[in-house]
């Protein structure tokens, strides 16, 4: 996949204005009227704009900052990793580089469905040490391990889960 910088400078750019607009609040007690408005069509614009590159709908509110068509060839999966959930929708696949990597899904399911699915499939696979634990200062659970010389999370966050890769 080729995105070229103009693609994430639009992005960004729509973003700020977005950012820009909330900031620009209203004295009204009732509410902001024209700027509510204002904001309200440059978050569709920047919902357009994102669903124009190629991100699927589905992923607009978990992975707002999600550009282009995702591609999971484009990803270094550890062998034998499993599927997605069921429903699960490919929102972003980024990183790749040597660095972490990380691969984006929308999906309807409850994070504990989500983190069920992936502990399950990865304990019975070979070469994976997975642990399930809700980590100091997160907030939520997540399961993570290694797969050989391949560290590796799932995060669930609302609407949707990242995977990541450190290959390190």
């Known amino acids: 996949m ?11 750019a729509a ?17 902001g ?28 509110a978990a992975f707002p900052m999600a550009w282009g068509e995702p591609d999971l060839a484009d990803a270094a999966l550890p062998a034998g990793w499993p599927e997605p959930p069921a429903g699960a929708v490919l929102c972003a696949v980024s990183g790749g580089d040597g660095s972490v990597q990380t691969v984006d899904y ?7 469905a989500v983190l069920d699915h992936y502990e399950d499939a990865l304990a019975g696979a070979e070469g994976y040490d997975v642990t399930r634990e809700e980590p100091p200062g997160l907030g939520h659970e997540m399961v993570s391990g290694r797969a050989g010389d391949a560290g590796f999370q799932v995060d669930p966050r609302d609407g949707g889960f990242r995977l990541a890769f450190d290959g390190s």
């Open 2 to 12: 080729s995105i070229t910088l103009a693609r994430p400078v639009a992005a960004a």
């Open 15 to 31: 973003a700020l204005a977005v950012l820009a607009l909330t900031a620009c609040g209203s004295d009204d007690a009732a509410g």
């Open 33 to 60: 009227g024209a700027a509510d408005d204002e904001i309200s069509e440059a978050a569709d614009d920047l919902a357009d704009a994102q669903t124009d590159s190629g991100v699927p709908e589905e992923c607009d």
């Open 106 to 112: 929308a999906t309807d399911q409850e994070a504990a």
